[in-house]
């Protein structure tokens, strides 16, 4: 596997949202496979930033100016993280749909609403993530462009092949 600074920026992503967000893969399991997949995300992450010879976290950059664009970054991070609409959290909302649909000129001015704040959450994902790259590509500087592989990571201590599978933990738990 490949690891460039979109990579470098995703891990950073997961680490901050942490296991009970919801945030990429964190929705496809269990708290045990949440909490394993964080402390994945965390190692890969200090394992990334060893290859890059950076990092995008302002309390551990060394260079002044790079702190303070990280703050800048976090910040970003974080609202990137905060991003919803009124249909987020939803797994199945067909029930929902229908009374809409049953609701008449009320249920399509609410789908018209909907679909307009879809579309404005896109367009804010897409300017969030536009910033953050070229956030971290400034902070890297000539690593902007840097390519980690899977044997890079190896030879530096960190095996990616331990992410862990939901498959391996139990759908619930009590």
């Excluded at 010879?53 to 100016?65: C, I, Y």
């Excluded at 991070?77 to 008449?104: M, N």
């Amino acid at each position: 596997m490949n690891y460039d600074r979109s990579a470098l920026v995703d891990c950073r992503l997961h680490v901050l949202a942490g296991p009970a967000s919801g945030f990429g893969d964190y929705s496809r399991g269990g708290d045990a496979f949440n909490e394993a997949l964080a402390a994945y995300w965390a190692e890969l992450e200090t394992a990334l930033e060893r290859c890059f010879g950076a990092t995008l976290v302002s309390s551990r950059a060394t260079d002044f100016d790079a702190r303070v664009l990280l703050m800048l970054f976090g910040s970003t991070a974080r609202s990137y993280l905060a991003i919803r609409t009124p249909w987020s959290g939803y797994l199945e909302a067909g029930l929902l749909l229908q009374k809409l649909d049953e609701a008449g000129p009320a249920g399509e001015r609410v789908r018209a609403a909907g679909d307009r704040i879809e579309e404005a959450t896109k367009t804010s994902r897409a300017a969030h993530r536009e910033m953050l790259d070229t956030l971290a590509g400034h902070v890297l500087g000539d690593r902007a462009d840097t390519v980690v592989t899977s044997a890079d990571l190896l030879a530096d201590g960190f095996d990616d092949a331990r992410r862990p599978d939901p498959a391996d933990f139990p759908a619930y738990e009590d």
